[in-house]
């Protein structure tokens, strides 16, 4: 709850608030979403072990088995529907591979697991960690206002972050670029730049690299 509080404060896992048509939302891993996957693909599976379950049926045996995904739970549901033992491990280890536990969390709070996001909010959070966590609404500028007009910031979440934080995670950034991942890139380069890489994968996709820096 608490990865998933922190990464809402930065603005993933929820649109900009820019008018944009289509606009994914994004995905931020968590224990709901885990269990939501989880029942999902037990539903589907006991259906095709079983053509005489209905979906209905297999639903109320997943949410049980999410209570205890526990072999032995698993053999004790399972069997009466007429799975063999194959079938039944195969339900066990889908639950067991997708449940929400430490090496879950862990991975998704290095951007791995079931995270997704957009463009922007990887260019928006960056800009909000640099300020404390003080993160704007972002804006599309149609024309610059006259001499007399304002356009003033929209302010989506205030700063909570500690200094100490802060200047933690922009080291690390900095080094991306002077020694880590990236530093072959900016060797010559004249500005000192905070960076992070990252790839973006899919399952039956192509994976992408990505990259979000700021000067």
């Given at each position: 709850a ?14 900009s ?9 994004g995905?931020?891993?968590?224990a ?16 095709a ?8 049926q ?5 949410d ?7 072999l ?25 591979t997708?449940?929400?536990r ?5 991975a998704?709070a290095?951007g ?18 640099t300020?404390?966590?003080r ?6 500028v149609?024309?610059y ?12 979440c205030e700063a ?25 890139y ?12 990252g ?6 996709r192509?994976?992408?690299a990505?990259?979000?820096?700021y000067?």
């Amino acid at each position: 709850a608490r990865l998933r509080a922190m990464a809402q404060k930065l603005g993933l896992g929820q649109k900009s608030g820019l008018p944009l048509l289509g606009e994914a939302a994004g995905v931020i891993d968590s224990a709901e979403e885990a269990d939501a996957l989880a029942r999902t693909r037990a539903v589907s599976r006991i259906c095709a072990c079983c053509s005489s379950v209905s979906e209905a049926q297999a639903g109320a045996l997943a949410d049980a088995l999410l209570e205890d995904p526990s072999l032995p739970h698993c053999q004790a549901l399972l069997s009466p529907l007429g799975m063999d033992d194959a079938q039944i491990q195969s339900v066990y280890n889908l639950l067991d591979t997708l449940r929400w536990r430490e090496s879950r969390i862990l991975a998704s709070a290095i951007g791995q697991g079931d995270n997704t996001t957009t463009v922007l909010q990887m260019a928006n959070a960056l800009a909000a960690i640099t300020q404390n966590g003080r993160r704007y609404t972002p804006q599309l500028v149609l024309s610059y206002p006259d001499s007399t007009g304002e356009v003033a910031p929209e302010v989506a979440c205030e700063a909570f972050l500690p200094s100490s934080t802060v200047q933690a995670v922009c080291r690390g950034l900095r080094d991306v670029t002077q020694s880590g991942t990236a530093r072959r890139y900016f060797t010559d380069c004249p500005i000192s730049i905070a960076a992070k890489t990252g790839t973006a994968q899919s399952q039956g996709r192509d994976a992408f690299a990505w990259f979000i820096a700021y000067a």
